[in-house]
């Protein structure tokens, strides 16, 4: 994430796709915004702190 950090200095906040596990940490085939996107939501709405870096917090 500090890379594109750098190439885009304007940004507020940075979000990647995290994917989604079972109990056995096998990927289940379904990612976050994937989830959020089937569920008819935009990316403007949504933020959570694992996938995320704040502008300044490093």
């Known amino acids: 994430m500090m890379g594109v950090a750098k190439r885009q200095p304007e ?14 940490l096998n990927e289940v085939g379904l990612t976050k915004i994937g989830q959020i996107r089937s569920a008819g939501f935009g990316m ?9 870096r704040f502008a300044g917090s490093c």
Do not use: I, K, R
């Open 44 to 52: 403007n709405s949504f933020l959570w702190g694992a996938a995320a």
């Open 11 to 24: 940004a507020l906040v940075l979000m990647n796709d995290a994917a989604l596990t079972d109990g056995e």
